[in-house]
């Protein structure tokens, strides 16, 4: 039985789609939920997985390919992968006459085959393919015959392009994330009047907290580590009810308050900087906190998140310090309108009650739109962020 395989449902913040790697090719078996495509959006990559045992008939759409949601990109029979897969249990001469060309002569050779056979100016194999069914792969062409005088320049130039001295330069397509996250960047520079106001903290009352009841806290939370992150997403919640304009956004001409904290984390994945979103923040408590950024966290890094999960917020929080930022002016995520960066915790002499001390500090920087945000509200939030973490009691009674 064929079946249609359509790209996902797109929410309405994404308009389509780019076919970013197909794990399997026509003809090759694929299990029921086994992975088939990988799609990229602005957002997230979606994984689209095999609707039942069988195996890909056509291939529509191909890699780069743009695709709107719900749109057919690929045809799919069921069962069959199952008369391939079995053919390898089966003694050895069984593959040998599935490996016999089709009614018209021509062997099936996979993609890659076929484009080695058409640069070497060879057949597609010998007798056979050695893959699935009889197909033939890249190893078969390659078996087949050494490639032409005038096919071997390219290795030549390969080896010379790599030699001592030379200036090496690869140029690759940009992916659809990358682009994205290029020109949301760069409309928040054009489009808002960012502003960045500075300020540090001492860390020693944070990390002395951290040090005597990390163990208990992971104990008693089935597992939870205490780290900074929470103290830092637990004061800037309590920050944000004193000043609301940091927790607004613009929408045209109207400013919009929001109710509720849903704090944005940003997140370094391999495909570009990600924002998954603590909803409801005000309504969590520390354990919960650190468990939902350690979770983001990590599925983000293995690209897991759904759009849902990135879509929306109201004020974000980036810590460049885990790559070792010393000081930084993060960028708006419109349409919010402030961003909290953390940066590393630097051990400097401090004065204290007129004596010189060695403190663990960190620098903090807040960027905002100075169209809504004033001096005096952003630094405001910014000394109230400090002494929360300097005195972390405080957040507990919300002084």
Do not use: C
Request: aromatic share 4%; no cysteine.
């Amino acid at each position: 039985m064929t079946i249609e395989i359509k790209a996902p449902t797109f929410p309405e913040s994404v308009q389509d789609g780019t076919v970013a790697t197909w794990h399997k090719q026509p003809g090759e078996a694929v299990s029921r939920d086994e992975l088939i495509v990988d799609i990229e959006t602005d957002k997230v990559v979606l994984e689209v997985v095999a609707p039942a045992d069988g195996a890909i008939s056509e291939i529509i759409k191909g890699e780069g390919d743009t695709v709107l949601s719900n749109e057919v990109i690929a045809k799919f029979e069921e069962g069959a992968g199952a008369g391939a897969a079995t053919a390898e249990e089966k003694p050895a001469e069984a593959p040998a006459a599935e490996a016999a060309p089709a009614a018209g002569g021509e062997k099936i050779a996979m993609p890659s085959a076929k484009k080695m056979a058409a640069e070497r100016g060879v057949a597609r194999g010998g007798g056979g393919g050695s893959g699935k069914g009889g197909r033939v792969l890249k190893e078969d062409v390659m078996k087949a015959g050494p490639a032409p005088a005038a096919a071997a320049a390219p290795a030549a130039a390969a080896e010379v392009a790599v030699a001592p001295g030379e200036r090496v330069e690869k140029r690759v397509p940009m992916t659809r994330m990358r682009k994205r996250i290029a020109e949301r960047l760069l409309d928040a520079s054009q489009s808002t009047a960012m502003l960045t106001t500075f300020n540090e903290v001492n860390m020693k009352p944070v990390m002395d907290l951290r040090k005597n009841y990390k163990d208990l806290f992971e104990k008693k939370h089935n597992g939870t580590r205490l780290g900074f992150m929470g103290f830092f997403v637990k004061a800037a919640v309590e920050a944000l009810k004193r000043y609301s304009a940091v927790n607004a956004s613009i929408d045209g001409n109207d400013i919009v308050y929001h109710g509720y904290q849903d704090i944005g984390v940003a997140v370094s994945s391999p495909k570009g900087l990600v924002v998954p979103i603590l909803r409801n923040a005000e309504n969590m408590g520390l354990a919960d906190m650190e468990n939902n950024i350690r979770d983001l966290g990590v599925r983000a890094r293995d690209g897991k998140l759904s759009i849902e999960e990135m879509t929306g917020g109201t004020f974000t929080i980036t810590n460049g310090g885990v790559f070792g930022s010393l000081l930084s002016t993060p960028i708006l995520n419109p349409p919010q309108t402030a961003i909290l960066g953390m940066h590393k915790i630097q051990e400097r002499p401090m004065a204290v009650d007129g004596k010189v001390e060695i403190l663990p500090m960190m620098y903090l920087a807040l960027s905002y739109d100075h169209r809504l945000i004033d001096g005096k509200e952003a630094v405001g939030f910014l000394v109230a962020i400090k002494e929360m973490i300097e005195d972390p009691a405080r957040i507990l009674l919300e002084v």
